[in-house]
């Protein structure tokens, strides 16, 4: 017998288990290696093109915010990477770009980036900056989503250090006032400090289980020189600085004319600059550290129309596949596509606002449609969607 702390084991124990590991190594090391598996280091390379065509089968427009996302994502793994290339630039240090997504509410900033995670296969966390808090104070500090990114990676730290954050709402961390407080601003002003130099690149101490920090507590460092930051937010009232900073009026005979954009153009995020931020109320350390910006447009009607059709998870399919799960088939015409399209728009949530309306006219479908027997098809009509009206059913064909 072998003795440990309250522990026995007898030699034929040690033998069966030395013959098992020694049966199983060869299986393990056999395995093919996957460059992108769960717990691998290195990143799939896929080039500008295929991760926009990968983020266009599941987010329908914004175009230019793809391609800006693209072209940094592939450019901070090259990034990562270069440490293993040598040429003549083998002394200049590549740069990280964080990203900031501008747009209006529903416009598709986290679906963008929580697809970018999903085609990269790389960890991936969403963090929302309204519960950040400076350090010391009641809430989660910044260093807490570097917690949920470990949590990502099943606590893999090498895998960790080159995931993906995005911190959503950045625009409610905006300061209080428009000059710099004289008193604490916890919330505001304090968070944006406190998100520099995890931004930038540091080595933070994170709790392997998150929470608070207290002194005893065994700490896991990561370093986040190698994680992509992406922020987002509606940045609500931004659109009325942007505009009265290229609308501002011009005195005398010579004067150039006044070139003037409406506040409420779909495009009018396309025009912002760091000024624009600055007044809006971030701190100028902050946006030197976001170098990409991009903005996302309004959604228009054919925007919406397809959003509801063509992606892969589409609303429309996803109703569809709930009814075909019972048996029937789920058809909206075109009058139905046209009259939800209309009232969404009219809620000015953007997508948000889809599934807001087909919720509200489905409710009462699929509440009494089990209480029809021998329905094969449901057809849902611009009346069923303005009007409540019921929609067209079809009995199932008698089998001979």
Known sequence: MVAGPDV?????????ASGIVSTDAPLSAAKPSNPISRHS?????????????????????????????????????????????????????????????IGPTGTGKTLLARTLARVLDVPFSISDATALTEAGYVGEDVESILAHLLQAADFN????????????????????????????????????????????????????????????QSLINIDTSNILFIVGGAFDGLNEVIANRISSSSIGFSADPVHKLDKFDPQIFRHVEPDDLLRFGLIPELIGRLPVISALDNLTEEAMRSILQEPKNALLKQYQKLFSMDGMELIFDDGAIEAVVSKAKALGTGARGLRAVLEKTMLEIMFDIHSKSNISRCIITRETVEHKAEPTFEAKKATA
Do not use: F, W
């Open 41 to 101: 280091g290195k990143t799939a390379r896929l080039s500008p093109h295929e991760i926009k065509s990968a983020l266009d089968e599941y987010v329908v427009g914004q175009d230019q915010a793809k391609k800006a996302l693209s072209v940094a994502v592939y450019n901070h793994y090259k990034r990562i990477d270069s440490a293993e290339y040598y040429s003549e630039y083998e002394d200049v240090e590549l740069e990280k770009s964080n990203i900031m997504l």
């Open 157 to 216: 730290v090498e895998r960790a250090e080159r995931g993906i954050i995005y911190i959503d709402e950045v625009d409610k961390v905006a300061r209080k006032a428009d000059n710099a407080s004289i008193t604490r601003d916890v919330s505001g002003e304090g968070v944006q400090q406190a998100l520099l130099k995890i931004l930038e690149g540091t080595v933070a101490g994170v709790p392997p289980k998150g929470g608070r920090k207290h002194p005893e």
């Open 8 to 16: 026995y084991i007898c030699d034929r124990c040690i033998n069966d």
